[in-house]
């Protein structure tokens, strides 16, 4: 085993630059998909969080009744995901109102009577809906008899989910294109430095090496190119994500802003992919200069 390693370590050395060229393409590859993993892991948190934080605005018809305002808020209440349900009174909207645009009174002078209705403010469950269920608790709600429409900023919400999955679609893409390209290049290193010891090789079959023997050290110098590729590459993403988080103000960088690094499971199957790659890149052209 030793001399095998040994073998594996003297073709890296003598063969630098296109062994170099197979660690960068790997590196350059995770780091790419890493890198949008990254940013996708942090989107995701975000509007995890916007949709815990989201409050259902249910705005009554005009003349609804004391008994139907309690009727709808008693089966809002009783919806599943829904926390809580507060009554806001026209009177109470208009305070609320008047308080924002106190430095701007000359826009509320005008109003004359109370323009705004009576309404539900609706707090959901903490963490326990997502979008899907938030449209279905304000689809049930906009069917109650009193009523009028209900809000809860479901179109940019929907657009930013919609632009999420497109990211997630194009990420998943482009790494896919870089990791293949990245086998490729990794078989091409291979196969060069199969055709360069190709005498070598001969005589070791001749004299009754087994292709085990042969092609051991191949395996391992993949191994190594695809474990350095992805070291480089993951420790590239993390620098990334050290610069950002050190550009963030402290008020920007706590709660609901924080940026968060991949998890150890995200990190575990990017390493083995670029791993596998440098494995399957040898099979690759060890099977072709074989076939040969």
Known sequence: MKSTIMRALRDINDNRFLNGVAVLTVALSVLIAGAFLLIWTNLNHWMTVSESSIRIMVYLKEGATEAQSQDTTYRI?????????QFISKSQALATFKAHLKHQPSLIDGLGENPLPDSLEV???????????IESIADQITRMPAVESVEYGQQWMERFSNMLNLFRFAGMILGGIFFIASGLIVANTARLVLYSRRDEVEVMRL???????????????????????????LFTVYAVYLFLSSKLTSDLASGFWQIRFLSIESIGIIFGCSVGIGLIGCFLSMKQFFRN
């Open 123 to 133: 707090e959901l469950k903490n963490g326990a809906v997502r979008l899907n269920q």
């Open 207 to 233: 004299v009754g090496a087994t292709d085990l023997f042969i092609k051991a050290p191949f395996y391992i110098e993949g191994l190594i190119q695809g474990a350095s590729g992805g070291g480089v590459g």
């Open 77 to 85: 209440q009783g919806l599943d995901g829904v926390q809580k349900v």
